[in-house]
Structure formats: C-alpha cells, structure tokens
C-alpha cells in the first residue's frame, strides 16, 4: 500500500472516531483536575485507546496519573505526548482537553501506517504541566530516553510548527524581621515588608539591562497582618526565564542580588530556595517540522513555521525536546482575535466549534506525521542528524 493510500486512510480514521473525540474532549474540559490529580482524565483516555488495541502501562515514573500507552513493534518508536492537567479555578484556559484528545485521537489513527510499515506509535500521558513541570521528573526517570521523535500540538492564536519557549525557574523568597508598634516605636522593628518591596522595585529596575526575551515576574504573598504593626515577615514567589541555560544562570544571580541588597539595606534576614526542577527551552527540530507543515497545509490549515504574535512562555515539552528530536506546534482556536490562554475567554474557546475542529486536525496533523517517518527511515535519521549537530 502507498504512503498516499496510509494517508487517505488515517484521515478516514480521525472522520470516524470524531463524534468520540468531541465527547472525551468536552469532557475532561467539563471536568478539570489540577495536576498530578487528573485520575478522571487519565482513565478516560488510557480507556479510549484500550479498547483501540493499545497497551497500557499506568503510573509510570512513579506518578499516578502518568501512561505509556503502545501500539505496535520496535522501532521507530514515534511519541505523542498528552497533557490534560487544569489551572486552579480556571479550569481547561489553556485547552489542555485539546492537547490529550488530539493525541489520543493520532495514536489511534496511526495504527494503519504502523500495520504496514512497522515501528511503533506511542502514547504518553504527561501530568501536571502547569505548575510542577511533570515531564521534567519524567524526563529524569528515563521516559523519554528510547524514543525516536516526540510530538504534541497546542491550541493557541495561530497555526504553528514551532514555539519559542523560554527556561523558567522558580524563586520562593522570605524575610525575617522584627516586630514593633508601628507608630509608637517604628525604630524598635525591622521592616521585612519592606525588604520584598526594596526587592520588587531592584527587580522592576533590573528590567531594563536585561535582555529582551529574558523575563522576571512574581508575587508578595505575605507582607504583614496589621497596619498598625511593623511586619516581622514578608514573603514572595518569582519566575525567572531566559531564553537559554546559560543565560538563566546570569539572570538568576542578577535577581537573587537584588533580594541580598535589599536584606543588606533593611537589617532584614534573607532566606529563599529555588525549584528543584527547571524548565528547558524548546529545541524545535525543522526536518520534523517541515513534515507536519505540509501536512497540516494539506488538511487546509493555514500553518507557519513560527509564530507571528512572538508570545513566550515555558513548557515542560522543553526538557523532552533536549533529549529526543521533537516539536511542539499549535493549533488555533481563537482566529488569532487576541484570546489569550489562562483565561475564562480561551476556556470557552476550548470547547467551542473552533475548538473542537482543532482536535480533529491537530489528530490528522500528527497521525499522518508519524505515517511518514514510519514509512521512510532516513526522515527519521535526517531529524536526528538534525538535532546532534545543535546539540
């Protein structure tokens, strides 16, 4: 059977399943669970591609709602990675029910070019992107290790192959002080509060000597309970991103100076610890995305190869992206009217009929991705030539 032929009938595939697709996307949106809590969603996609000759592997890397789920042989072994965690009283604002459904939508119609080609598609459920960089603790497990190529699709503004996403950390930030009745005796107390505001000002000024894609923001959480008394403690939580490793480095001790300047000018104690696990930047693979842009083209979407809005962010795709060639494209959702994600108007988005056509693409998009490299070894070699030489 030709390539064309595996690709008229992966496209068959997706019609079929569609009203399927539609059902479990409205419903995990309809049901969000934060992350590392997503048991609902984790059941109900490893269920859909059970009973589509899957096989499921749950709990992996030591986290309960993480899957491997795998249909076929040997290699190559083509992943598409589903996320499918909520934001906290926003729900699915980031349409992350797209991102699951579309995976789970490709690996099922995969199956005919891997019946015919051989190799393997699959699935891997990855939790908690939103706030604790699930893949991150994956990626350090050995998840990703034996893959041949990874993917994912986003929904966003516009059609995409590839994102510009920055390295991120995060800062937790305290100050001790002393206590004092703040118009009785303001010189007894030592002013924590005011030690995360000499901090936050530094911050806002360290802003203009810094490069443009670098970016540092944050929030007070604690900085006192009565007007009337000198806060003894204060409180804050920061990101920092930057667009490479190397320079996180450098903006990292800029920031973390302006909070030691701050404790030397206050009389303030400084304590602070950074996260454990720090977000990488994306590596897009171009051998990869020129497949999934003439695929996505001839579905009649209006992909690019980048993004014209130049929005930046973090994602845990980035840390999969340094270990395996991959790419991490988006799907619009919103016409590029200025909806933007982590927000009740992008929630709505997810589900709507935009929305909901964008997990069928985005299924066809990368099913017929992996038809290709599954079907022509030396794509698969021209994307790994690829990214050892940038590595």
Not at 100 to 129: F, K, L, M, N, Q
Request: with cysteine; hydrophobic share 40%; aromatic share 6%.
């Amino acid at each position: 059977m030709s390539i064309e032929e595996i690709k008229t009938q992966i496209i068959s595939e997706v019609e079929s399943c569609r009203d399927e697709l539609y059902d479990l996307s409205r419903h995990i949106h309809d049901n969000p669970e934060l992350g590392f809590h997503e048991v609902k969603a984790a059941a109900w996609l490893t269920k859909f591609l059970q009973n589509n000759s899957f096989t499921i592997e749950l709990g992996i890397a030591g986290l309960k709602t993480a899957f491997r789920a795998t249909y076929g042989k040997g290699k190559p072994l083509i992943a598409l990675l589903a996320e499918y965690d909520a934001l906290p009283e926003l729900g699915h604002a980031c349409g992350h029910n797209i991102i699951c459904t579309s995976a789970v939508g490709a690996g099922v119609a995969s199956r005919p070019a891997i019946d015919c080609y051989g190799g393997s598609v699959v699935v891997i459920g990855t939790p908690a992107e939103e706030l604790y960089g699930g893949k991150i603790t994956m990626a350090q497990k050995g998840v990703f290790d034996d893959l041949d190529s990874a993917m994912m699709i986003h929904p966003g503004g516009f059609d995409t192959v590839s994102i510009e996403a920055l390295a991120c950390i995060g800062l937790e930030v305290e100050f001790f002080g002393k206590s004092s009745h703040a118009a009785g005796r303001p010189e007894a107390g030592i002013n924590a509060l005011e030690a995360m505001i000499l901090s936050y000002n530094g911050i806002n000024s360290l802003r203009q000597h810094i490069r443009s894609k670098a970016r540092v923001h944050g929030i007070i959480t604690d900085g006192g309970q009565a007007a009337n008394v000198v806060p003894a403690h204060s409180a804050g939580s920061f990101l920092v991103r930057a667009p490479d490793m190397v320079y996180l480095e450098v903006i990292k001790e800029k920031v973390l100076n302006c909070f030691k300047g701050a404790a030397t000018a206050t009389g303030a104690r400084l304590e602070y610890k950074w996260d454990e696990l720090c977000y990488a930047p994306v590596r897009n693979n171009l051998a990869l995305g020129k497949l999934f842009l003439a695929n996505m083209q001839r579905l009649g979407r209006k992909t690019v190869m980048s993004d014209p809005g130049q929005s930046f962010g973090s994602t845990d795709f980035g840390n999969v992206s340094q270990i395996v060639p991959g790419i991490h494209a988006t799907i619009s959702i919103s016409g590029g009217r200025g909806v933007v994600s982590h927000s009740p108007q992008f929630a709505e988005a997810a589900v709507s009929e935009r929305g909901l056509q964008a997990v069928v693409d985005a299924a066809k998009g990368m099913a017929l991705t992996v038809a290709d490299l599954v079907s022509d070894s030396g794509l698969v070699e021209k994307a790994k030539a690829e990214f050892f030489k940038s590595k």
